[in-house]
């Protein structure tokens, strides 16, 4: 069964920077998946914010692009989200997925999301 575990979030002032990790479990065809971050804010829709394939390319949304780093870690099937310079408008439940809905040869379609963590930027 393939799982996602995100670890961090809280308070954090503007400025401030703090660091999100998710670890997948599975097969390691699943886990070699490109994985993701995504982020809602309140009352708005989920969108994702920073991607990584197994191979180390990544893709940011422009509003984080020069302030977030995502990195992977494939020995511990563990990737990471570094934010920097957080802005109160960051604020929101940032979530860890697996797959992000693409297909993949041997798994089929992967879509694998965490529990969520809150992330408050706030003085």
């Known amino acids: 069964q393939v799982q996602v575990v995100e670890s961090g979030g809280g308070v954090v002032q503007p400025g401030g920077s703090m660091t999100l990790s998710c670890t997948a479990s599975g097969s390691s065809t699943a886990t070699s998946a490109t994985m993701g971050w995504y982020a809602q804010a309140p009352g708005k829709q989920r969108g994702l914010v920073a991607s990584?394939?197994?191979?180390?390319?990544?893709n940011y949304a422009n509003f984080v692009r020069g302030r977030f780093t995502i990195s992977r870690d494939n020995a511990k099937n563990t990737i990471y989200l570094q934010m920097n310079n957080l802005k109160p408008e960051d604020t929101a439940v940032y979530y860890c997925?697996?797959?992000?809905?693409?297909?993949?040869?041997?798994?089929?379609?992967?879509?694998?999301w965490g529990q969520g963590s809150l992330v408050t930027v706030s003085e």
């Open positions: 997925n697996l797959g992000l809905g693409r297909y993949y040869a041997q798994v089929g379609y992967l879509e694998t």
């Open positions: 990584i394939t197994k191979n180390g390319n990544t």
